[in-house]
């Protein structure tokens, strides 16, 4: 198992959502949203779903390129099983109230496979919900951004991907 290549970023979770998908797959499915609430990560094919358990606190979303994918770590908080397809060789990673958290250049284009792990889920959820059950004053809002800027654990998704086959023609397409 070899890295290939490997992107991270910072995102803010507006709605307790980040989406990643291919740069011409914009268009949102409620359905693969839905999934997501149970699974914490779910896709379309197109489109993965990431749920968090909380709406404000950056989370870290990691998207790795292996020759094969090696298992998510023993330690990890959960794992779920994932595909994207990629026509134009592009993940976006989105923020859904903020716009896009950056991207990622693929080596080709194509439909990628793996897993999706993750960890600090739980943890950040409840410090999230601790920071919000403090008595407010003139400072909670000044101490909310504190706390949420400065938070004591990261919440941190990766997904483990490796290059599965080419993408299938679309049935529009020019001969």
């Given at each position: 198992?070899?890295?290939?290549a490997e992107?991270?970023?910072?995102?803010?979770?507006?709605?307790?959502?980040?989406?990643?998908?291919?740069?011409?797959?914009?268009?949102?499915?409620?359905?693969?949203?839905?999934?997501?609430?149970?699974?914490?990560?779910?896709?379309?094919?197109?489109?993965?779903?990431?749920?968090?358990?909380?709406?404000?606190?950056?989370?870290?979303?990691?998207?790795?390129?292996?020759?094969?994918?090696?298992?998510?770590?023993?330690?990890?908080?959960?794992?779920?099983?994932?595909?994207?397809?990629?026509?134009?060789?592009?993940?976006?990673?989105?923020?859904?109230e903020y716009?896009?958290?950056?991207?990622?250049?693929?080596?080709?284009?194509?439909?990628?496979?793996?897993?999706?792990?993750?960890?600090?889920?739980?943890?950040?959820?409840?410090?999230?919900?601790?920071?919000?059950?403090?008595?407010?004053?003139?400072?909670?809002?000044?101490?909310?951004?504190?706390?949420?800027?400065?938070?004591?654990?990261?919440?941190?998704?990766?997904?483990?991907?490796?290059?599965?086959?080419?993408?299938?023609?679309?049935?529009?397409?020019?001969?």
């Amino acid at each position: 198992m070899a890295l290939l290549a490997e992107y991270r970023c910072k995102a803010t979770p507006g709605r307790r959502v980040v989406e990643i998908y291919d740069a011409d797959a914009y268009l949102s499915d409620a359905a693969a949203m839905a999934a997501a609430r149970t699974q914490v990560v779910a896709g379309n094919g197109y489109h993965l779903y990431i749920q968090s358990l909380q709406p404000d606190v950056d989370l870290e979303v990691a998207i790795r390129l292996w020759d094969s994918p090696p298992p998510p770590p023993a330690g990890a908080e959960g794992s779920v099983p994932v595909s994207i397809e990629s026509e134009t060789a592009i993940l976006v990673v989105n923020q859904p109230e903020y716009g896009p958290a950056g991207e990622m250049s693929l080596p080709r284009s194509g439909v990628y496979t793996g897993h999706a792990w993750w960890e600090n889920r739980q943890a950040t959820g409840d410090y999230y919900q601790t920071t919000l059950d403090r008595p407010t004053d003139d400072t909670f809002e000044d101490d909310l951004t504190e706390a949420w800027n400065n938070p004591p654990v990261t919440e941190r998704y990766v997904l483990d991907l490796a290059y599965s086959r080419a993408s299938e023609p679309s049935g529009n397409d020019e001969p």
